[in-house]
């Protein structure tokens, strides 16, 4: 058995869905948009039981959070922000849930319905939309702009829709055409006029970064009252990439300083530096100034020097380190992740 009791808050209500019968009740999947502040828990451990498939939702805290809002003891966990993680290693979705920082949008099917579609041979993934997440785009102006227009309806604040030039800067970013726009820079445009829109887009120089979704993403959210955020986006087109180091030590050594100082986004964090040449810190792909988000799989926020090198040296002879160069942690922070 393996238990996780993630940190989290809850926003808004997941809607349950109808039932469907097929010889058995087989339900639909419920959604569920959690959200925390770093004091907080999700209420509810995650297990993995013996004789009993999937990952089942446990020891619900009483009053908490996550009973307060639905999810039941017994609940298998189907999706983690959009993907399917019934197939997955039991460590690997625990990883996914600790990835999501302060917010988190699940998928889960009660407990009855789980066993009945398993009985039934169904694919459960079938179940679920192919993709609900919204996109984060980050779009540099070429000669002939950003290679999108606007229109919204006549009269109307933050409604806004994107036509976009094929081949164009918008394209070239990954921001389908008709998508609806939702944030301008990490700031919701909810409240924008048309006019308030276009001066904003001017003020940003030559690059934009847009947080888009489908119009069946958008509906899927509206349906489900859940709210649309940056946190749950795909970031797979975005330039900016975490990068993922692994360190083998050598006879001098790993090769590189570790020192704790100020971040861009406030607070502190744990910077690497004086990279040695030809060392395995070098040869892994460690540049100076690279800031550490996790050690073998695990995230340090919270955690201070000490207990980062403590992590770091838990593998006698091996080490792996989740970096994201200045520029990329810069660019996160403005965007509001």
Known sequence: KFEFNPKVGIDNPALTLTED???EAVGEPRFYLLTKESTETFGFCLHEELGCQGHLIRQLELGGVA????LQDGDRLLQVNGHFVDHMDHLRVVQKIKASGNQVLLAVLDGDSYEAAKSLGRDLSQML?????PRLCHVTRDRSGFGFSVSCPEGTKGTFQLSVLQDGPADRAGVPP???????NGDSVKSYSHTQLTKKLKQSGNKV???VASSAVEEFYRLHGLRVTAALADTSRLPFKVRELHLVKGPAGYGFLLKE???SSGGVGQFLWEVDVGLPAEQAGMKEGDRVLAVNGESIEGLDHEQTVR???ARENQVTLLVIDPAGDEFYHSVGL
Do not use: A
Not at 178 to 184: D, I, P, R, T, Y
């Open 21 to 23: 019968t097929d010889g």
């Open 67 to 70: 009973q307060r809002r639905g």
């Open 129 to 133: 939309p192919d993709d609900i997440r």
């Open 178 to 184: 008709g998508c609806w726009l939702l944030e301008l």
């Open 209 to 211: 970064t847009l947080l």
């Open 261 to 263: 100082d100020d971040c």
């Open 311 to 313: 992590r770091i040296r």
